[in-house]
């Protein structure tokens, strides 16, 4: 992308000697940005001609003022032309900084955030999830797209981050990649990681996410009724694959666990518990946070029937689970054959577990949040702000069946 691009020699007129003379500065301004310095010569105020950006007269000292300012424009010129020719992208403090000598090798942005990601590759199974390293890989993946699009550069500066291109990143991935706002939201903190990674280094002298502020939209989640729950179980499916497929899905329905701990669930993960019957218990993939979930007729029945399941023993796992893909996939299907009008994904079973499951049916909230292994209350709040919007429109349903009888 070509900048906008000037050079202007001023006299600082506030920095004025007892002879009355003033220095005379150089202003380079790239896309509005400017940085500036002292050529180190001084000038009369009356012999300088604003308009021309020079000294008026044909005097040697005059001539040869001239002569240095033209030299100094055009060696600004030139580094501006060699940047953008090299596919740099042009600031005015870089244009400032070769000029002077005091350019400095600089850390870059994707090759930071690309040393962020190898240690969290190295990481997974310790101190990350799978899924964490895979969310900033693609987060990565959006800032490079995003640079090489707006600036028509591989890589930039750290230092070159600002809240200009914060926000623009954010259109971009609004725009161009299609995110809903919580994902641009989430992409963005992923970035704000990095950031925050290179303050702490002295690699930059400011966080330019200081005015940034992440504020996600609440989404209303999805959930499955009771009788919806009943048509699945209910249901009798043509296919294996499909059963198999309904049954997890009920038995997370029953569990609250999300897709990455049912698949790793074996059976050193089922204990006894202190009421005498069998638990789950188990570290989240996500947090490292503990579940501990009494595990309730339905889901032991489940657990029961794929007990002797050859090839689940063989990988000394309690379920048969797929690609989260594939789970996905056939659960459209499954919505299709139970005639649920609901968008039906493997993650809707937590947020069966979580409202259907034990809020609607009195479980107290702080034991839902410690069943669903959330490290904060107000995760788990939200689910009864869904509650309180059942309630609503239950009373809505009442108030037009009573308007009806008694009128």
């Not at 999830?129 to 699009?149: L, Q, S």
């Not at 992409?187 to 925050?196: G, H, L, P, V």
């Amino acid at each position: 992308m070509q900048s906008s691009f000037s050079i202007l020699f001023y006299p600082r007129g506030n920095d004025i000697d007892k002879n009355g003379n003033a220095p005379i500065y150089v202003r380079i301004t790239v896309d509005g940005k400017r940085s500036e310095f002292s050529i180190k010569r001084k000038v009369s105020l009356a012999k300088w001609n604003s308009k021309a950006g020079k000294i008026d007269g044909t005097s040697l000292e005059a001539r040869e003022l001239n002569r240095y300012m033209t030299s100094i424009r055009s060696k600004i010129y030139k580094i501006q032309e060699n940047l953008f020719e090299n596919g740099d992208l042009v600031t005015s403090k870089k244009i400032k900084n070769i000029y002077l000598g005091t350019d400095s090798p600089h850390k870059m942005l994707l090759e930071i955030f690309q040393e962020h990601n190898d240690k969290v590759e190295s990481l997974i199974g310790k101190d990350f999830a799978a899924g964490t390293a895979e969310r900033y890989r693609t987060a990565r993946k959006h800032i490079e797209a995003y640079i090489e699009m707006e600036y028509k550069v591989k890589d930039i500066p750290v230092m070159d981050v600002d809240h200009k291109f914060i926000t623009g990143f954010e259109y971009y991935l609004k725009t161009e990649r299609n995110c809903s706002h919580n994902t641009a939201i989430k992409y963005i903190t992923n970035f704000k990681k990095i950031i925050r990674i290179a303050f702490a280094n002295d690699w930059i002298s400011k966080d330019p996410f200081t005015s940034w502020k992440a504020r996600l939209k609440i989404v209303d989640r999805e959930f499955l009724t009771v009788e919806e729950i009943q048509k699945m179980v209910e249901k009798e499916l043509h296919t294996e694959r499909l059963d198999q497929v309904k049954d997890i899905f009920i038995f997370c329905c029953f569990t609250g666990l999300a897709y990455s701990d049912v698949k790793k669930l074996s059976a050193n993960n089922v204990v006894i518990g202190i009421d005498g019957g069998k638990w789950i218990k188990i570290n989240r993939s996500k947090t490292d946070t503990r579940s501990n979930i009494p595990i309730l007729p339905t889901a032991e029945a489940i657990l029961e029937k794929y007990a002797e399941d050859s090839e689940i023993q063989r990988n000394q796992l309690l379920l048969p689970v797929l690609s989260n893909q594939k789970m996905n996939a056939y659960l459209k299907e499954i919505a299709d054959l139970c005639k649920i009008n609901k968008n039906l994904t493997f993650h809707l079973a937590r947020h069966t577990f979580a409202t259907t499951v034990t809020l609607s049916n009195g479980v107290p909230i702080e034991s839902v949040s410690k069943m669903l292994g959330h490290k904060s209350l107000k995760t788990t709040q939200h689910y009864a702000k869904i509650l309180d919007r059942k309630v609503s429109n239950d009373m809505l349903v009442l108030k037009d069946k009573l308007s009806n009888a008694f009128t």
